[in-house]
C-alpha cells in the first residue's frame, strides 16, 4: 500500500473508546442458484454444445467473448467478426431460438452494434441483436431489444483517513470494465465519519442521496466494500471521531444499521459484502454475535470478513480478479467457488484466515418458518494449513524460542502431547537445541479439503 509517511498505519484495527450515538445505548449480549462447477480455480470448460455447427465457420470463436464460458453459443452474422456470444451473456427468447441457424436470422454481436454507434456518431441505441429481412430491409426479429448481463453495482464506503489509491473495489471495477458499459457498470465511493450527533444527522443525509442517485434496485451483482478500522480490545468498528477528535467506536450490529441508513438499506439485500477491517471484528464472542445479528438484519446473500490481527487488504487482490471472473462474469455462485478463489489467493493463505457467512432461510418440512425473521447465517472459516509450514493452520514461529536460531524447524511429524492428544510436532534443527513445537488441531467441527498430499484448507463450521 502506497503511504506518504513511514509511520503511516498500515492495518484496520486501532484502539478507539465506546460510543453511544443518537441516544442509543451499547448493549452486551451473550449469547440458491443451481450453478456449474469446474476443478479449475480460474475457468471452465463449455456448459453445453454449440447451437449450430454451421454457425461456426473456422475463422470463429469458440468461446464467449464477454464471459469467456457461458452456455450456448451463437455467431456473430458480420463476415468479418468472428465472436460468438452464449445465451448466458445475452437474452435470447424462445421465439427466436427456435429459429437459430435458419438464413432467415441474422445475429449482430453487442461490439458490432456499438461500432455502429461509433460509426454513425449517434446516441447509444437500443440493443436488437437478431434481425430478418422484409422487402429488402433490415427489421429487428422481436418487438423488444434484446439484454446483456445484468448491470452491476460497486459501494465503497472508506473510514474518513484512510487510503483508497489502489483499492480492491477499483481492482475489481477496472476488471469489469473490460465486459460493462458505463450503463451496466456503476462505481461509487464514499467516505464516511458519524462519530458524534450532529455527524450522524449529516451522514443520513449523505446516505439518503447516495441512495437516490443509485435509483432502483435493478442491478443483477451488488458488490459492497467496507474499509473500517476495528477496535482491539473488543471488535466494536470504528465510526469516526468525537467532538475532541478522539476516535470512537460501536457494536457492529449498531454500526451496520448507521452506515445503511435510509435507501441504502434496500441495496444490502442479496448483495455480496467484504468486510476489509482487522481480525478483531471475528475474533471476540460479542462482535461477532453482533456482526451475525447485522447480517440477520440486512439479509446479504454473503458476507466475507477476515481473521488477521493486523490485515493488510492488498493480499486479496488475486482473490478479488478471480472473484470478479468467476462470480461476475461467468456467473457462478459465490459459495460455490469460495474455495478455488482461495487456491489462487497465495498471499492471502498465509496472510489471514477467511470468515465466510451465508444467509440462508429457516425452513421445517421444505417450508420457511412462520417468524417474523426466518433468516439464519451460516458462518465457515477457512484456514490454510501446509504440515510443515503451517501445521493444522497454525503458523510457526519465526525464530525457535529456546535458541533464536531463525526458521530452524524441520519437517513436522505426527505424535501426542503430554495429555495423549494428536498433535503435529515441529523440531528445532539446531543440534544443541532440538525444541519441539506443537499444533493441535482445531477445536469444534472441521473438514479437511485437501489441495494436495501435503496442503489444503481446514474448514471450520458452526462459526
Known amino acids: 500500500m502506497a ?3 513511514q509511520t503511516a498505519k498500515k492495518c484496520c484495527s486501532g484502539v478507539a473508546k465506546p460510543v453511544k450515538i443518537a441516544g442509543c445505548k451499547r448493549r452486551r449480549t451473550s449469547s440458491g ?8 480455480p480460474l475457468s471452465s470448460p463449455p456448459s453445453s454444445p454449440i447451437i449450430a455447427e454451421t454457425t461456426h465457420p473456422a475463422t470463429q470463436n469458440r468461446f464467449c467473448y464477454l464471459c469467456h464460458d457461458g452456455g450456448n453459443t451463437v455467431a456473430c452474422s458480420n463476415r468479418v467478426c468472428s465472436r460468438v456470444v452464449c445465451n448466458v451473456c445475452i437474452k435470447i427468447l424462445q421465439e427466436i431460438e427456435d429459429k437459430l441457424g435458419s ?3 441474422s445475429f449482430k454481436c453487442p461490439a458490432c452494434h456499438e461500432k455502429d454507434e461509433r460509426e454513425m456518431r449517434s446516441k447509444p441505441m437500443p440493443y436488437f441483436a437478431f434481425t430478418r429481412m422484409v422487402e429488402g430491409k433490415s427489421v429487428p426479429a422481436c418487438d423488444k431489444p434484446t439484454f446483456i448481463r445484468g448491470p452491476i453495482l460497486l459501494l465503497h464506503f472508506i473510514y474518513m483517513g484512510m487510503n483508497s489509491r489502489g483499492s480492491l473495489p477499483w481492482v475489481l471495477n477496472t476488471v469489469l470494465e473490460e465486459y460493462h458499459t458505463a450503463s451496466t457498470l456503476h462505481y461509487h465511493e464514499v467516505v464516511f ?3 458524534t450527533w450532529d455527524k450522524l444527522c449529516h451522514w443520513e443525509t449523505k446516505a439518503q442521496a447516495l441512495a437516490t442517485e443509485i435509483g432502483k434496485d435493478n442491478f443483477e451483482h451488488k458488490v459492497i466494500f467496507v474499509s473500517v478500522h476495528s477496535e482491539v480490545t473488543r471488535g466494536d468498528l470504528f465510526v469516526g471521531k468525537d467532538e475532541k477528535g478522539e476516535d470512537v467506536a460501536v457494536e457492529p450490529l449498531e454500526f451496520m444499521n448507521y452506515l445503511f441508513f435510509g435507501g441504502l438499506r434496500s441495496l444490502i439485500k442479496k448483495s455480496i459484502i467484504f468486510m476489509l477491517s482487522c481480525g478483531p471484528l471475528v475474533t471476540f464472542h460479542d462482535s461477532i454475535s453482533s456482526f451475525k445479528k447485522a447480517i440477520i438484519q440486512l439479509q446479504p446473500a454473503y458476507t466475507v470478513a477476515f481473521g488477521a490481527d493486523r ?3 492488498a493480499v486479496l487482490k488475486s482473490f478479488i480478479i478471480a472473484f470478479g471472473v468467476r462470480v461476475l462474469i461467468q ?5 460455490e467457488v469460495i474455495t478455488d478463489l482461495l487456491d489462487v489467493s497465495l498471499e492471502l493463505r498465509m496472510h489471514s484466515d477467511t470468515f465466510f457467512f451465508q444467509s440462508k432461510v429457516q425452513t421445517t418440512s421444505g417450508l420457511p418458518l412462520p417468524s417474523s425473521n426466518p433468516l439464519s447465517v451460516i458462518g465457515i472459516r477457512y484456514s490454510w494449513y501446509h504440515n510443515h509450514r503451517h501445521p493444522w493452520g497454525t503458523a510457526l514461529p519465526m525464530s525457535c524460542p529456546k535458541c533464536s536460531s531463525v526458521r530452524s524447524w524441520s519437517r513436522s511429524k505426527v505424535g501426542v502431547d503430554s495429555t495423549n492428544t494428536i498433535v503435529r510436532i515441529s523440531t ?7 525444541y519441539e513445537f506443537f499444533s493441535y488441531p482445531p477445536v469444534g467441527p472441521y473438514e479437511v479439503i485437501k489441495e494436495n498430499k501435503s496442503m489444503g484448507w481446514i474448514k471450520r463450521t458452526a462459526i
Do not use: N
Request: glycine residues 10%.
Open 3 to 5: 503511504r506518504t509517511k
Open 33 to 40: 442458484d443451481t450453478t456449474l462447477t469446474s476443478s479449475s
Open 103 to 105: 438464413p432467415g436470422i
Open 193 to 195: 465519519d458519524f462519530g
Open 311 to 313: 490485515f493488510i487488504s
Open 331 to 335: 456467473g457462478h455462485a459465490l459459495c
Open 428 to 434: 528445532c534443527c539446531s543440534p544443541e537445541c532440538k
